[in-house]
């Protein structure tokens, strides 16, 4: 089984919690409650993510360079 390892954008949330993107792959965002659940919910859609990637015989694209994404205020990548 390949292993991959994407940069994650997240963004604060007014109410508390993340939004997470994943600005490589086509439809991967999710969001968590904290960061502890923000990470589990990341790995989760990432996992799925790729998993559809695969199945559907796509060419899983190369992880851009954590410099080069882009980021607004109170951003982070993780």
Known sequence: MAKYAYPAVFTPEKGGGF??????????YTC???M???L?????V???VLYG???DGRKIPS???ESGIPLSKGEFIN
């Open 40 to 44: 589990l919910m990341a790995e989760d």
């Open 53 to 55: 990637y695969e199945r």
């Open 19 to 28: 939004s997470i993107r994943f600005p490589d792959l086509e439809n991967c």
């Open 63 to 65: 992880p851009s360079d």
């Open 46 to 48: 990432l996992a799925l």
């Open 36 to 38: 502890v659940d923000s």
């Open 32 to 34: 968590g409650d904290n």
